[in-house]
Structure formats: C-alpha cells, structure tokens
C-alpha cells in the first residue's frame, strides 16, 4: 500500500481525539473538519461564541487563548493529537516549545504533487535547517518518526545548483557543500540518503524525504505545490513523542492534517 492509504488505514483504526485549533473563524474550514468522523473525534478549541455562530456540531472547548489552551489540552492527555488549524504559529508554537521544554522545533511537512506522489519535506520553517548540523538532525529526526507510519525513509539531499555549477557563486558553492557533508553524515549513521544537487525532479522519483538546502527554499517548494502547482499539503508534524501536526493558516482545509494526526497517535516512536 501506499503512504497516504497506510495513514488512511491508521486514522480509522486509531479514530483518534484530535484537537483542532479555531482563530481565524471560517465556516468552509470548520466545515471540512465536520467531513472527517471516520478518521477522528474532533474538538474544536476557540472562542466558543464565535464558532457557535457557523452552526457546527463539533464538541467546542472555549478559550479566548486557544494557542495555549490547545497545547495544555495535549500536555494533559484530554486530546490525543493536536492540529494547529487557523491559530497564530508564532503563539502556538511558543507554547508547545515551553510546556515541553524544547527549544528548537523540528517539523517535516507531508506533500502530494498533483500527480499524486506522497513525500515529506523538510526544513520548511524559514528559520530552520540553515546549517548542515540542523539538517542532519531533521533527517535522523525525520527518519525515526515516517517508522511509526510503518515507512521506511529514502532520503533525497538537496543543494543550490548541478555538481557542475561549483565555482559559479559562493553562495550556490556553499549549499553544494553542504549538500555533500549531509548526505555523508546520514549515510554513515546507515540512512539511505542520496545528493540530488538541484534536481528535485529527480529526486522525488526515488526519495519519500526531501531535505532542501535551508528553510526558505523548502517553505517556497511547499508554496508553490501547494498554493500554485495543484499540490495538497497534509500538514507538518512536529518531531516529537506527543503529536502535534502544524499547518498553513492559507488552506482551507482542515481534513488532511486531521486524519495525519489521528494516523500518528498511538504509534511506537524513538524520537525524543
């Protein structure tokens, strides 16, 4: 089976409780969390008021805080996964870093091109993966969480440029480097990784995890998939013990992410 039937699968045997975070009120996003009982219980967490006023019958937990509130509710085990859905990232993710005392988040978002081929990708915050030992750590990160998907990671390195395009730039130079280094390191800690330079194309022929050359080049592949190229975006889990899928505050759509975390919970993991 493939990646996003396998999640299928799992979100239906797990029919996980999964909290869903309400800032921005939208009735067509609300709306796509109501389409999604077979995969989950969902609670809505949000200024109840308001979210009363779209007529759903989701269960509502109220909070004028719902950053907070909802990432109290997952320390607390009262939901089972959590989704950022439309609330603030700066906040929520503020939160989560100080009830679990992390201070670096570490995410890989789950795309679909339009063709229909499922792969991670990582980094894709604009702050993260800016240097070979942060990618390496998403990569070691990323790889221990896909085998609680039961999915056996292929990792695909990329760079600024062709092998051939060395001495063009100093910066295209430095990501090339880079590429090379963390492709060594993975591979010497027995991961199945390969340097794919510029080629993402032919990169996701083989690979299921994308590692980009820093965070902004992976949030802008993640862009145009999903906002320009026909894409869908299943949301980015945070590689963490508790499941904590974030998301983009454009899409409106709250299915996918759902039924990822529903997927994720109650899953044998390593990652700290």
């Known amino acids: 089976m493939g990646i996003i039937s396998d999640i299928e699968r799992k979100a239906r045997e797990n029919h996980a409780r999964i909290g869903l975070g309400i800032g ?3 009735e067509e996003f609300i709306k796509s969390a109501e389409d999604v009982g077979d995969y989950a219980e969902v609670v809505l967490v949000g200024n109840e008021e308001q979210i009363r006023t779209t007529g759903t019958g989701l269960k509502i937990v109220h909070s004028t805080e719902p950053s907070g509130k ?115 390191k993975a591979c010497e800690s027995g991961i199945n990784a390969k340097n794919y330079s510029i080629l993402i194309e032919d990169a996701i022929k083989e690979a299921n995890f994308i590692i980009a050359p820093d965070g902004i080049s992976g949030n802008l592949i993640f862009r145009t998939l999903v906002f320009l190229g026909g894409g869908h975006g299943y949301g980015a889990p945070v590689l963490m013990e508790k499941v904590f899928v974030d998301t983009s505050r454009v899409k409106e759509d709250a299915a996918r992410a759902i039924m990822l975390a529903s997927a994720l919970v109650n899953l044998d993991t390593n990652v700290d």
């Open 24 to 26: 921005r009120l939208s």
């Open 70 to 184: 909802l990432v109290e509710l997952l320390v607390s085990g009262e939901i089972d996964g959590a989704v950022r859905g439309t609330l603030s990232a700066t906040k929520t993710l503020t939160a989560l870093k100080g009830s679990f005392g992390m201070k670096k988040l570490y995410r890989a978002a789950l795309l679909e091109t339009a063709e229909g081929t499922p792969f991670f990708l990582a980094p894709v915050g604009i702050d993260e993966g800016n240097s070979v030992k942060d990618k390496v750590e998403l990569v070691k990160r990323g790889v221990e969480y896909f085998e609680r998907l039961g999915i056996q990671a292929k990792v695909g390195i990329l760079s600024g440029g062709r092998f051939e395009d060395a001495g063009r730039d100093k910066q295209v130079d430095r990501t090339l480097e880079e590429a090379e280094l963390v492709t060594k």
